[in-house]
């Protein structure tokens, strides 16, 4: 595997499900982020990591909670979700937090009914 | 005023054409300017970057940074069918604020 992988592509859940979404890098860096992608907006950030670390949560609300158990594992828990939260999530890493750089995985296509 | 404005499109040329992409943006503390480009059911692709004002030229891209403006700019000369994506222009100030746009959907016909 190369790059940035996430998995799984694709996931309808119900809005009292609990599911997670997995992102992994290989590219050796140490910033991992979630991005939400929603039609016609731009690409939001909610969550920064560097060095296993949170840096930034852009007010993202409870029901998405991260995990980052070490540089190349980023997971996001999902709990109780709404149909507005249907989206393509984006996992990106880069070398560094901040990095102008940043490598995108193909995304998690998540429908909430 | 939104941070980072971009033309959503969609854009329609035909191959061979040249493209111009735009972006505008509020923020003057911006430095490092890219673009993304992201095809259908994949992740954005760093395509070029941009450090402060300035040109920079990559093949057939071309990267424009007026920032006494605010503006910047992404050309494509002889478009081809496989730069139809969607192109996402993004600012930082280094290791604060990274923000995009929301994109512009080209399609380039054969």
């Known amino acids: 595997e190369t790059g940035v992988t996430q998995t799984p592509r694709h996931l309808v859940m119900g809005m009292t499900n609990k599911k997670s979404l997995k992102c992994e890098q290989h590219?050796?860096?140490?910033?991992m982020y979630w991005y939400k992608q929603s039609a016609k907006k731009p690409l939001e950030l909610m969550f920064v990591?560097?060095?296993?670390?949170?840096?930034e949560n852009n007010s993202v609300p409870s029901r998405f909670s991260p995990e980052c158990p070490n540089s190349s594992h980023l997971f996001l828990h999902l709990h109780t979700l709404q149909p507005e939260d249907s989206a393509l999530y984006l996992c990106?890493?880069?070398?560094?937090?901040?990095?102008?750089?940043?490598?995108f995985g193909p995304g998690t296509r998540l429908t909430v009914t | 005023q939104k941070e980072v404005e971009q033309d959503p499109g969609p854009l329609s040329v035909p191959e061979g054409a040249i493209v111009s992409l735009n972006c505008t943006y509020s923020?003057?503390?911006?430095?490092?300017f890219m673009w993304y480009r992201q095809y259908s059911r994949k992740g954005p692709e760093l395509l070029m970057y941009?450090?402060?004002?300035g040109n920079k030229e990559d093949g057939r891209f071309t990267a424009q940074v007026d920032k006494s403006s605010k503006y910047i700019s992404l050309f494509i000369r002889d478009s081809q069918p496989s730069d139809s994506a969607t192109y996402l222009c993004a600012m930082s100030n280094y290791g604060q604020n990274f923000v995009f746009g929301p994109g512009t959907r080209l399609s380039v016909l054969p």
């Open positions: 941009t450090y402060s004002s």
């Open positions: 923020n003057s503390a911006f430095q490092y």
């Open positions: 990106a890493s880069s070398q560094a937090s901040g990095s102008y750089e940043q490598y």
């Open positions: 990591y560097n060095f296993k670390e949170q840096t």
């Open positions: 590219l050796g860096h140490n910033a």
